[in-house]
């Protein structure tokens, strides 16, 4: 069965560095996504991407986020200078076109020190 | 601000009982409902969809939907230990085409053997 795939699992960043978290979505599905969480709170949403534009942004998603689908199968976050607050699971999520459940992958957890 | 309220617990449960677990939300005008099942460290795992007013069944689970009082529940019959977990409620919000996931806090659900 197709899913969300996340690399790295685990990444640990000084403050101040970039980091970058990468997802490969499911192949035919056309909506892409990013949540956070962090420990012991729920799950937030970031940002939603088609067509290769941003669709939806919450308050959250600063200048320093950023996102990206730089081919045909990989979809990307990036944090440009991280602070120890943006230290929690990431996932990343997909769903086709025409219905509305998404499917998440197994997540980043990113420690930022 | 739309909101999505559940109840934290912990629900403890003893093992083959029924454990019901509820959400309700705050936008009247959010169209979709899903259940999702996250384990300590995991990302959500669908468990159900609702769409309409009523009720669904899908083996040991059902989920109730009553749009008038904004309220959306899910039983699990028959609950086992490996039910235990933190059950997620997510209502979608559509803006500009999109739809995004509003998460409750969780409630987590202990299933006593």
């Known amino acids: 069965e197709p899913e969300v795939t996340q690399t790295p699992s685990h990444q640990v960043t000084q403050m101040g560095q970039e980091v970058i978290l990468h997802c490969v979505p499911i192949?035919?599905?056309?909506?892409f996504y990013w949540y956070r969480q962090i420990l012991g709170q729920k799950v937030e949403f970031l940002v939603s991407f088609y067509n290769n534009e941003i669709s939806e942004k919450s308050e959250i998603f600063d200048d320093q986020f950023s996102v990206e689908r730089p081919d045909g199968s990989n979809f990307t976050l990036k944090i440009r200078s991280t602070k120890l607050e943006d230290s929690a699971m990431y996932f990343c999520?997909?769903?086709?076109?025409?219905?509305?459940?998404?499917?998440f992958g197994p997540g980043t957890r990113l420690l930022v020190l | 601000q739309k909101e999505v309220e559940q109840n934290s617990g912990p629900l403890s449960v003893p093992e083959g009982a029924i454990a019901s677990l509820n959400c309700t939300y705050s936008d009247r005008v959010s169209q979709s409902f899903f259940w999702y099942r996250q384990y300590s460290g995991k990302s959500p795992e669908l468990i159900m969809s609702?769409?309409?007013?009523g009720d669904k069944e899908d083996g040991r689970f059902t989920a109730q939907l009553n749009k008038a009082s904004q309220y959306v529940s899910l039983l699990i019959r028959d609950s086992q230990p490996s039910d235990s977990a933190t059950y997620l409620c997510?209502?979608?919000?559509?803006?500009?085409?999109?739809?995004?996931?509003?998460f409750g806090t969780g409630t987590r659900l202990k299933v006593l053997a």
């Open positions: 997510a209502v979608t919000f559509s803006t500009s085409g999109t739809y995004k996931y509003i």
């Open positions: 192949s035919n599905h056309l909506y």
């Open positions: 999520a997909s769903r086709i076109g025409g219905q509305e459940t998404q499917y």
């Open positions: 609702i769409y309409s007013n």
